[in-house]
T-cell receptor, first 114, second 113 residues
Framework: DGGITQSPKYLFRKEGQNVTLSCEQNLNHDAMYWYRQDPGQGLRLIYYSQIVNDFQKGDIAEGYSVSREKKESFPLTVTSAQKNPTAFYLC?????????????FGPGTRLTVT | QKEVEQNSGPLSVPEGAIASLNCTYSDRGSQSFFWYRQYSGKSPELIMFIYSNGDKEDGRFTAQLNKASQYVSLLIRDSQPSDSATYLCAVKYSSGGYQKVTFGIGTKLQVIP
């Protein structure tokens, strides 16, 4: 089965701790993305990567870090510098050829920081 | 910042009716347009994409694009209670050699049995 997996589904952390969210895809997509979704708000782009060993900041990158060492994997670290880390985190991937670049999403990780 | 505007709703339609969801975007250079369905607590699921002016049909869904008016819509025919969800409009554009997508806040659709 081809798809995108994110783990864990739910994550609870204490304030001041760093936490890493996993994202893996076996769709052979070059591009991967991290979004954050808060209640009543649209998806906001955190980081994206269109090729291995290269990534770019999105609109709300402060307090987050990523790596792209393998095509299949794009982990996101939420650091203690992120002021409001509690949110629903979504990973997506897409091709970089063709006209559309449609993105496909993983099931998401719901992070709660107290 | 590229903008994508949607009415948050809720939009209520009776079962069997046509639901019409609308979206406007700010960047005239936008290239591709997407509709996602998101059930409560779940991740977005791609329904359709369109990149040429006009209509694109897929089953009960029709996407309509008017680039001159910077407007894209999604029609759902014969609406079913299972169509009740939030529908996200997304727009792709180029920025600094990268392809990026901006999402609207989504329109909540309620199909009343």
């Amino acid at each position: 089965d081809g798809g995108i997996t994110q783990s864990p589904k739910y994550l609870f952390r204490k304030e001041g701790q760093n936490v890493t969210l996993s994202c893996e895809q076996n769709l052979n997509h070059d591009a991967m993305y991290w979004y954050r979704q808060d209640p009543g708000q649209g998806l906001r782009l955190i980081y994206y990567s269109q090729i291995v060993n290269d990534f770019q900041k999105g609109d709300i990158a402060e307090g987050y870090s990523v790596s792209r060492e393998k095509k299949e994997s794009f982990p996101l670290t939420v650091t203690s510098a992120q002021k409001n880390p509690t949110a629903f985190y979504l990973c997506a991937s897409s091709t970089t050829s063709g006209a559309s670049y449609e993105q496909y999403f993983g099931p998401g990780t719901r992070l709660t920081v107290t | 910042q590229k903008e994508v505007e949607q009415n948050s709703g809720p939009l209520s339609v009776p079962e069997g009716a046509i639901a019409s969801l609308n979206c406007t975007y700010s960047d005239r250079g936008s290239q591709s347009f997407f509709w996602y369905r998101q059930y409560s607590g779940k991740s977005p699921e791609l329904i359709m994409f369109i990149y040429s002016n006009g209509d694109k049909e897929d089953g009960r869904f029709t996407a309509q694009l008017n680039k001159a008016s910077q407007y894209v819509s999604l029609l759902i025919r014969d609406s079913q209670p299972s169509d009740s969800a939030t529908y996200l409009c997304a727009v792709k554009y180029s920025s600094g050699g990268y392809q990026k997508v901006t999402f609207g806040i989504g329109t909540k659709l309620q199909v009343i049995p």
